[in-house]
């Protein structure tokens, strides 16, 4: 007896699916984590692209988070009223908008350490796993490049 192929159209199958339901669910336990930091998931993906590489221009820290920099400049603009951004034109190129940490945002990395551990704990993730987890994500995103639009 053979096992019948799964219909290709089957919501179950589909990557989309599995993507977006795994994507909501690990959101919604980092919430709880980043609101007592007056922070939403995207806006600690900024901040986290931010504590790696220091000062950014916008359209670097866009490219950072697979964003459009219409997209992160209003998130920026709330990151900035927190306290925890600083914008400024570079006096070199006035269509330069860089976007720096302030002392305030530096020390909100200390309350955010605890996160990835935590968040691995939820997960039942061991540090191997979530490596080979991520390399499975990170090929994904770079086999869907280069795939025309």
């Excluded at 690990?26 to 984590?33: E, G, M, T, W």
Aim: charged share 30%; proline share 7%; with cysteine.
């Amino acid at each position: 007896m053979t096992a019948q192929r799964p219909d290709l159209l089957d919501l179950e199958v589909q990557v989309c699916f599995g993507l977006v339901a795994a994507s909501r669910r690990v959101v919604a336990l980092y919430r709880p984590l980043l609101e007592p930091l007056g922070l939403t998931h995207p806006l600690y993906l900024l901040m986290l692209a931010l504590w790696q590489h220091g000062r950014l221009p916008l359209h670097r820290l866009a490219e950072l988070v697979h964003q459009d920099p219409a997209t992160v400049s209003p998130m920026v603009k709330k990151l900035e009223s927190l306290g925890y951004v600083t914008r400024r034109r570079d006096p070199a190129d006035e269509r330069t908008l860089s976007i720096e940490l302030t002392d305030q945002g530096r020390e909100l990395r200390r309350s955010a350490e605890s996160i990835p551990v935590t968040m691995m704990d939820r997960l039942g993730l061991g540090e191997d796993e979530l490596a080979r987890l991520r390399a499975v994500l990170d090929d994904l995103i770079d086999r869907s490049r280069t795939v025309p639009d």
